[in-house]
């Protein structure tokens, strides 16, 4: 029954996974359905953003009022209602209005379920988890480019809605498995501290920024990778541009599944250290300039790889660094200032590269991985400081 817990833990993290690349994939045709600006993607990826940062917020009191099940559930079904509106969309402006279910289901389901794994659960499932969220990165762009192909951008967030629906079944089905766990989420979720004391806590705010750092970069990545190819390769086909949305979540997936099966060996720490190394690596291999494609897909790739620990890292040590008491918080905090990076730094990217040109997205990546691990060591510190005194 463990197993099979887990596997529904798994599939809940595909599900989250799946809306998340649709928009960057989509972009190109959609920009020009609407007749709008590019950066003007950035508005619509900032209005999600800003409703995850809102749930984020309220995950610790969701998490001592609820059972995460009945999070998972509700979530899911607002990320259902936010597909198929995007989908049926006929006006920019409506993107907006289902951009509000869209955000609000991320952040709580996101803020719980990692909350739950972090204080329940090994390393190596938390980054098995993040991987699996990566499987459902990988394929909507897919799904997105087939829908250009034998249709419409709009088919392809339907068609992802219908993948939702089917695993939001596979969730009701599985509430007997929940029951065997929540007694011993009922005791944990009774010490859970609030946000203004856990703020106070030494190293938080640190790791609140460097989780604000490394979002800003991965978001911008999501939404603005297979732009980066329309404006500086030439010859590639519209379904081709929006595949490529998939080479950081393809690179993400397999960080994650090194990092599970490493994370025995090495603390988070380190996880952390060696990621943003490989993605500095991918970040200039990108800068190289190259006629062809496959150079900058590598680095694209690599990019993803070095990211893919970072995440899952940052969240697991949460309860070990700051204590369970406060883990809820931390979590639901990081969850909020990860989503400020992604509500606006994709947006003033795309401002950017309107005025400077879309080569600078390399170095825009180098500036918030330095920020990453700059204050991820800054963080440690502190928490050291404070144990010693």
């Known amino acids: 029954?463990?197993?099979?817990?887990?596997?529904?833990?798994?599939?809940?993290?595909i599900s989250l996974g799946l809306p998340d690349s649709l928009l960057g994939s989509g972009w190109p045709k959609m920009q020009i359905a609407f007749g709008v600006p590019s950066s003007y993607a950035g508005y619509v990826s900032m209005t999600i953003s800003f409703m995850t940062?809102?749930?984020?917020?309220?995950?610790?009191?969701?998490?001592?009022k609820f059972h995460t099940k009945w999070i998972v559930i509700v979530s899911i079904f607002l990320t259902v209602l936010g597909l198929i509106g995007f989908s049926c969309s006929p006006v920019y402006g409506m993107l907006f209005l289902f951009a509000v279910p869209y955000g609000l289901g991320a952040g709580a389901i996101d803020a719980s379920v990692n909350h739950y794994v972090a204080n329940n659960y090994s390393s190596s499932v938390m980054?098995?988890?993040?991987?699996?969220?990566?499987?459902?990165?990988?394929?909507?762009?897919?799904?997105?480019a087939l829908a250009l192909k034998q249709a419409r951008w709009n088919e392809g967030y339907r068609w992802t809605a219908y993948i939702q629906i089917a695993i939001l079944l596979v969730v009701?089905?599985?509430?007997?498995?929940?029951?065997?766990?929540?007694?011993?989420?009922?005791?944990?979720?009774?010490?859970?501290?609030?946000?203004?004391?856990?703020?106070?806590?030494?190293?938080?705010?640190?790791?609140?920024?460097?989780?604000?750092?490394?979002?800003?970069?991965?978001?911008?990545?999501?939404?603005?990778?297979?732009?980066?190819?329309a404006?500086?390769?030439?010859?590639?086909?519209?379904?081709?541009?929006?595949?490529?949305?998939?080479?950081?979540?393809?690179?993400?997936m397999i960080g994650r599944v090194i990092s599970g099966f490493v994370s025995s060996r090495l603390s988070d720490k380190m996880l952390i250290r060696i990621g943003i190394l490989v993605e500095l690596i991918g970040i200039f291999l990108v800068m190289i300039p190259t006629e062809g494609y496959l150079l900058t897909a590598a680095g694209f790739l690599i990019i993803g790889t070095g990211m893919g620990p970072v995440y899952p890292a940052i969240q697991h040590m949460a309860p070990g660094k700051f204590g369970k008491k406060y883990s809820a918080a931390v979590i639901g905090m990081q969850m909020a200032s990860a989503y400020v990076g992604s509500t606006?730094?994709?947006?003033?990217?795309?401002?950017?590269?309107?005025?400077?040109?879309?080569?600078?997205?390399?170095?825009?990546?180098?500036?918030?991985?330095i920020l990453n691990i700059g204050l991820m060591e800054a963080s440690d510190l502190a928490c050291k400081k404070q144990n010693k005194s």
């Open 1 to 13: 029954m463990g197993s099979l817990f887990l596997a529904v833990i798994y599939l809940i993290f």
């Open 53 to 64: 940062i809102i749930s984020a917020l309220l995950s610790p009191k969701l998490i001592r």
């Open 127 to 144: 980054n098995f988890l993040h991987c699996f969220y990566g499987v459902g990165a990988v394929i909507s762009p897919n799904i997105m």
């Open 172 to 229: 009701i089905l599985s509430l007997p498995l929940w029951k065997q766990n929540d007694s011993k989420a009922e005791e944990e979720d009774q010490v859970v501290a609030g946000i203004r004391e856990t703020i106070k806590v030494p190293g938080v705010v640190f790791t609140l920024i460097a989780f604000f750092a490394y979002c800003s970069g991965e978001a911008t990545c999501f939404l603005w990778t297979s732009s980066y190819f």
């Open 231 to 252: 404006g500086m390769k030439t010859g590639l086909s519209d379904g081709m541009i929006a595949s490529f949305g998939s080479l950081i979540f393809g690179g993400l």
């Open 344 to 369: 606006f730094m994709p947006m003033i990217f795309g401002h950017l590269q309107e005025l400077i040109g879309i080569w600078i997205m390399p170095g825009y990546l180098l500036l918030f991985a």
